[in-house]
């Protein structure tokens, strides 16, 4: 089952937290709080589980080295899981497909998905510029949860 609705619905209750686990090269699991959304996949359609990540972090290094993840989402007692393969795009992980404002409008869908909204994008613009940030999307291979979607 790759339907996101669950994940989805669970984001906006708080903030789009979420939990994202990546590999470690010695197999241990590296995990952190992030804000996640759902949103289409910009280059080849479907639904995935995005976020933004700081240039130079853990979580690329981890995900360049073996570019799968699991991000979960919880409210009280409901969660969604995703487990999946990961695309990574930005300035450090270019795509032929995606130059430089897309990617900038990449960053503003993948920030608004996990429920963000800004008052100056400029400013956000120039910061996602300066910090190197990348888009993480995870495409769905597996999707478990114990809520109910409506």
Known sequence: ????????????????????STLRRDGGIQS???????????LRGGQ???LVAIGGSRKLSNLRADPRATVVVRTGWQWAAVEGDVDIIG??????????????LLLRDVFSAA???????????????????????????????NAQTS
């Open 32 to 42: 952190s709080v992030v804000n996640a959304g759902v949103l289409e996949h910009p």
């Open 1 to 20: 089952m790759n339907d996101l609705t669950a994940f989805a619905e669970l984001i906006p209750v708080d903030h789009g937290l979420c939990v994202l």
């Open 48 to 50: 995935v589980v995005g």
């Open 91 to 104: 300035p450090d992980d270019p795509h032929p497909d995606v130059d430089g404002e897309a990617l900038r």
């Open 115 to 145: 429920g963000g909204t800004h008052d100056d994008w400029d400013t956000y613009d120039r910061v996602m510029a300066q910090e190197r940030r990348a888009a993480v999307l995870v495409v769905p291979r597996r999707v478990y949860t």
